[in-house]
Nanobody, 125 residues
Framework: QPQLVESGGGLVQPGGSLRLSCAVS????????MAWFRQAPGKEREGVSC????????NYADSVKGRFTISRDNAKKKVYLKMNSLESENTAIYYC??????????????????WGQGTQVTVSS
């Protein structure tokens, strides 16, 4: 049974940093592109970043470019999202998801095969 478990969320002050982790089991992690999405209260789920199965290609939403970094460790079956210079607008539940193939296909949630339960990130002073 595929399982994705996010961790690393919490309360952080504006300008601070967090590193999210997503531990995967139940499917062959190294063959899947992985992405981070987020959903703020009252808003639709949006894609934040994606990384190919090998880690060689990454993609970022314009709003996080230069501040967020996605990475993965296929040996540990984990994907990470390092978030710097956090802003109140980044407050959301952050989800990791497995794409349907090895390369990122965009940020349409229905095209993703597996999802985690999410981790709350709150940016507030």
């Amino acid at each position: 049974q595929p399982q994705l478990v996010e961790s690393g969320g919490g309360l952080v002050q504006p300008g601070g940093s967090l590193r999210l982790s997503c531990a995967v089991s139940g499917f062959t992690f190294k063959y899947y592109a992985m992405a981070w999405f987020r959903q703020a209260p009252g808003k639709e789920r949006e894609g934040v970043s994606c990384i190919s199965s090998s880690g060689g290609r990454t993609n970022y939403a314009d709003s996080v470019k230069g501040r967020f970094t996605i990475s993965r460790d296929n040996a540990k079956k984990k994907v990470y999202l390092k978030m710097n210079s956090l802003e109140s607008e980044n407050t959301a539940i952050y989800y990791c998801a497995a794409d349907s193939g090895s390369y990122c296909t965009g940020y349409v949630p229905s095209t993703y095969s597996y999802w985690g339960q999410g981790t709350q990130v709150t940016v507030s002073s």
